[in-house]
């Protein structure tokens, strides 16, 4: 094929609106900025995607991986893009060959781009790179896409109650969903879509936002086909202006008998281990503590039974005060000998700020001895802004334990070891 014909043509990314839940994992992951969003739609900037393929696989609904032949200057724009409801039909064989597009360009496979020995050096340290897309070799199966979006399953609310200090201005709520006959199987790291009903502002109906699950795999109530979600109400944005989240605030404010219109279950990574002796190391911050908590109460059923030999269980919390920290009063009582807790709060009255990544290179002569073990395994979740000190304070711990990171890192994310969900 001729070579200007080839320059011109590229398998354009796309992803289809029909089935994205917005839940921020592309666009966090993507290392190149290539990602971008509004209220509504998630979009690739033609101009920018390199093809490294680094969004496919943490991309708990499939959504990301769409691709369309086309000629470099008929390229969806970002405006166009953000205005779909739907996917555009591929072109067609005779319209490609109108805009000069040959079969060997229709039928090529989109190359992901290799970075070489020069440019890592280079390039700026990327938290993301080492988080795994794989789940450990112990994980149970994970069932994912039961009910997609244009096919969602009704819940009814079986409980809601504020887990943060009663009264206080930022509220956190632990809801508990039943779906009665409805299968609805959900392991502990997964994660589920809400719908809120009505409409937006432009007349379309609301998409589904995405909540960790925050029970274990046998149901907030022990042997109930229910799970639970930590949901905070959302009433400023990250400018501190006055906002009101239109699914959080729907989640918060729901009544018990009250149906809601679930989608999901998604997450086929973020999974704990479920062999004996693993450890489990759990850093999170806010309502990243849900899959945490589903963990750790998992762990604790399995310590009842007597019949598990669980290894070490590690947590750092962080949260701005203990009052804005979920769960903070069951914590207290789980037994030191099952859990290692560390709290860390950012925004206590005459106190310096104190963040996870602080307690991480505190507690570093424990957490190198349980990084040498190929038994551990870490997970951490919470907003993107904590991700790159988490990462890098872990890379601090490994260094001064002789552990080289360049090895370690990769190492962690090849084994299914080292799971990052930041949003």
């Not at 887990?163 to 299968?183: N, W």
């Not at 229910?226 to 202006?241: F, I, P, S, Y």
């Not at 334990?401 to 949003?423: F, V």
Request: glycine share 8%; net charge negative.
């Amino acid at each position: 094929m001729d070579m200007a014909t080839n320059v011109a043509v590229i398998q354009q990314h796309l992803i289809d609106p029909e089935i994205c839940i917005r839940c921020n994992t592309c666009e966090a992951t993507c290392p190149v900025d290539a990602i971008t969003h509004d209220d509504r739609n998630y979009v690739v900037k033609a101009d920018v995607c390199n093809g490294c393929m680094a969004c496919i696989s943490p991309c708990p609904t499939g959504s990301i991986d769409n691709w369309r032949t086309m000629p470099r200057a008929r390229a969806y724009s970002i405006e166009e893009q953000l205005t779909w409801d739907e996917l555009p039909a591929e072109l067609t064989p005779e319209q490609l060959a109108e805009a000069g597009v040959g079969d060997e360009a229709q039928a090529a496979e989109p190359v992901p781009v290799v970075e070489t020995a020069a440019s890592a050096i280079n390039a700026p340290f990327n938290s993301a790179a080492y988080g795994a897309t794989v789940p450990p070799w112990s994980a149970a199966h994970a069932y994912t896409n039961l009910y997609p979006p244009k096919k969602p399953t009704t819940a009814t609310v079986v409980g809601n109650f504020n887990c943060t200090e009663s009264g206080f201005a930022s509220e956190t709520h632990h809801i508990v969903l039943d779906f009665g006959g409805m299968p609805f199987p959900v392991l502990e790291g997964q994660s589920i879509g809400i719908v809120p009903p009505g409409v937006d502002a432009n007349g379309k109906a609301h998409f589904a936002r995405q909540y960790s699950v925050a029970s274990p795999r046998n149901g907030e109530r022990p042997g109930y086909n229910n799970l639970a979600l930590t949901v905070k109400r959302v009433t400023e944005d990250h400018q501190g202006r006055p906002v009101r989240g239109v699914a959080s605030n729907y989640v918060c404010d729901l009544k018990v008998g009250d149906k809601v219109q679930v989608v999901g279950p998604f997450g086929n990574s973020f999974l704990m281990p479920n062999h004996p002796r693993s450890n489990i190391v759990m850093i999170c911050t806010g309502t990243g503590s849900a899959p945490m908590r589903a963990m750790t109460e998992w762990r604790r059923r399995l310590r009842k039974t007597g019949k598990f030999e669980g290894g070490k269980l590690m947590l750092f919390f962080g949260a701005r005060t203990p009052q804005e920290l979920p769960y903070f009063g069951p914590l207290q009582n789980l037994p030191k000998d099952f859990i290692d807790i560390n709290l860390a709060f950012s925004r206590q009255p005459e106190q310096p700020k104190r963040y996870v990544q602080d307690l991480i290179r505190e507690r570093s002569a424990d957490l190198a001895e349980l990084l040498k073990d190929g038994h551990t395994h870490i997970y951490v979740c919470g907003l993107k802004s904590m991700e790159e000190g988490v990462v890098l304070a872990l890379r601090d711990v490994a260094q001064q334990a002789g552990l080289a990171w360049d090895t370690l890192g990769p190492m962690l994310k090849a084994e299914g070891r080292l799971h990052l969900e930041t949003y």
